[in-house]
């Protein structure tokens, strides 16, 4: 069994989430969840089932999305860089990461074909550099037209040209993560984004921050009556739930800011029912 989760950048449109969400509807695919934020405009969807059959629900997903959303008008808190921002396989029974960093190469090929840029990352990537998501998505797609300029950022696969209407994906392999939201009683953005900066691993040896493995962003999400920090737990293991969420409530306290909420964007595994208790 493989789960994929791809990241579409649409949030608002329940219409057209809902379309592309009905490719996942086959034999041997089981969908497990849809979160949908609006101020991210963003979705996550998750499903799991036979490689095989992950596989070409992946490719129609992405395909489906490219014909659904306009990149060139989208607006959101969440950092992208194309309609499916990110695809990862992640192994969950009867498989290894080398299996689905296979499949992540031939999702690559199938939409190169298919006239659609991207990256691998992760443990798909096939450089160094582009191994962290991030750095990658640096600039996201405003930047993105400059970017596939330079030899450098040449797509892994797909066409050079700039996809204004798609933009890019990145097709990756990773271990579960966790998405993970913690609300500040705030409408100070710079501060969501000094925590953020203070926690997160940023990619960058020379910048080293409080956890290795967490990935982290302020988000304005200053009209529900609080600030955000959005993160990934990429390692929840070596980084808690529970140790990340004390450190940002010991920051926040020192500022005289107090936790609104926390909220978890799709699946968790199930060994951290504890600390969902938080």
Not at 58 to 84: N, W, Y
Not at 139 to 151: A, C, F, I, N, Q
Request: hydrophobic fraction near 40%; include cysteine; proline fraction near 4%.
């Amino acid at each position: 069994m493989v789960e994929c989760v791809p990241n579409i950048s649409e949030g608002h449109d329940k219409k057209k989430i809902k379309e592309i969400v009905s490719v996942v509807e086959r034999e041997g695919v089981k969908l497990l969840d849809v979160n949908s934020d609006a101020e991210h405009n963003r979705s996550v969807i998750t499903f799991a089932g036979e490689p095989e059959a992950v596989l070409g629900v992946s490719f129609d997903l992405i395909k489906k999305a490219s014909e659904l959303i306009d990149m060139s008008v989208h607006k959101g808190e969440h950092p992208r860089m194309g309609a499916v921002d990110v695809c990862p396989f992640i192994p969950v029974a009867g498989v290894d990461m080398d299996d689905c960093v296979d499949l992540a190469h031939r999702l690559g090929k199938m939409l190169g074909e298919a006239g659609i840029p991207g990256y691998f990352y992760g443990y798909a990537a096939k450089k160094q550099e582009r191994k962290i998501l991030s750095s990658i998505r640096k600039g996201e797609y405003e930047s993105l037209s400059e970017k596939l300029k330079k030899p450098e950022w040449k797509p892994d696969f797909g066409p050079t040209e700039f996809n204004s209407k798609f933009g890019a994906v990145a097709v990756g392999v990773r271990d579960f993560l966790i998405a993970y939201n913690v609300n500040l009683k705030s409408d100070d953005l710079k501060l969501a984004n000094d925590i953020a900066r203070i926690i997160r691993n940023s990619g960058d040896t020379r910048v080293l921050g409080a956890f290795k493995t967490v990935q982290a962003t302020g988000v304005d999400t200053r009209d529900k009556g609080y600030i955000q920090v959005s993160m990934n737990l990429t390692d929840y293991k070596v980084d808690s739930m529970e140790v990340v969420f004390e450190t940002i409530k010991r920051i926040a306290k020192l500022c005289d800011i107090e936790i609104h909420s926390t909220e978890v964007v799709g699946l968790t595994p199930k060994d951290i029912e504890k600390a969902l208790e938080i």
